[in-house]
Nanobody, 120 residues
Framework: QVQLVESGGGLVQAGGSLRLSCTTSGTIFSIYTVGWYRQAPGKERELVATMTSSASTNYADSVKGRFTISRDNAKNTQYLQMNSLKPEDTAVYYC??????????????WGQGTQVTVSS
């Protein structure tokens, strides 16, 4: 059974930093595309950043230059380093692990979510 466990959220002042971690168990982590998504109150869940198994990254425009996604396959863990945080970054952050399947399909797994609150 695939499980993702997140940690690292919290309350921080604007301009501060946080690092989120997400550890995956029950599968071969290295073959997954990993990602971080967030959902603010009253808004839809949105992509923050992704990293493929070959370490290609993709970021939302709103976080480029401030957030960095990384992974440590030996530890089955992905990270999101968040710098220069803004109040608009306040949201519940979810980690994601996507397993590519045949014919362009995939299977998504999600963490439980962690709250990030940035005060002005």
């Amino acid at each position: 059974q695939v499980q993702l466990v997140e940690s690292g959220g919290g309350l921080v002042q604007a301009g501060g930093s946080l690092r989120l971690s997400c550890t995956t168990s029950g599968t071969i982590f290295s073959i997954y595309t990993v990602g971080w998504y967030r959902q603010a109150p009253g808004k839809e869940r949105e992509l923050v950043a992704t990293m493929t198994s070959s370490a290609s990254t993709n970021y939302a425009d709103s976080v480029k230059g401030r957030f960095t996604i990384s992974r440590d396959n030996a530890k089955n863990t992905q990270y999101l380093q968040m710098n220069s945080l803004k109040p608009e970054d306040t949201a519940v952050y979810y980690c994601n692990a996507r397993l590519p399947l045949r014919f362009g399909t995939y299977q998504d797994y999600w963490g439980q979510g962690t709250q990030v609150t940035v005060s002005s």
